[in-house]
């Protein structure tokens, strides 16, 4: 069956840097829209960035602008993201999605597990 794999959260102090990591397998089918969302507690899911194939379209929220990158490879069917200079307020469990639609949760049909990033003062 279909699996979405997320590995590379973790602790920092603010200021520092992740790389968080999404891989399809289970099938050879490849989201138009692949990205990355997140969830704080008491909070609803935002979205953060996603990459679409086809020209390369990317859409980032605007909080996280200037410090993070999303990239995708195709061929692996994987998509990652670089988050630099972190802040506390980027702490949240992040999740990987499939068949997004930009940065509207709502729209996404499959998602990871999800991993944790955290980021300390």
């Known amino acids: 069956h279909v699996r979405v794999v997320e590995s590379g959260g973790g602790s920092v102090q603010a200021g520092g840097s992740l790389t968080l990591s999404c891989i399809r397998s289970?099938?050879?089918?490849?989201?138009?829209?692949m990205g990355w969302f997140r969830q704080a507690p008491g909070k609803e899911r935002e979205g953060v960035a996603v990459?679409?194939?086809?020209?390369?379209?990317?859409y980032y929220a605007d909080s996280v602008k200037g410090r993070f990158t999303i990239s995708r490879d195709n061929a692996k069917n994987t998509v990652s993201l670089q988050m630099n200079n972190l802040k506390p307020e980027d702490t949240a469990m992040y999740y990987c999605a499939q068949d997004c639609d930009r940065l509207w949760p709502g729209a996404t049909t499959l998602w990871g597990q999800g991993t944790q990033v955290t980021v300390s003062s």
């Open positions: 990459a679409y194939t086809g020209g390369g379209k990317t």
């Open positions: 289970g099938d050879t089918y490849r989201s138009s829209c």
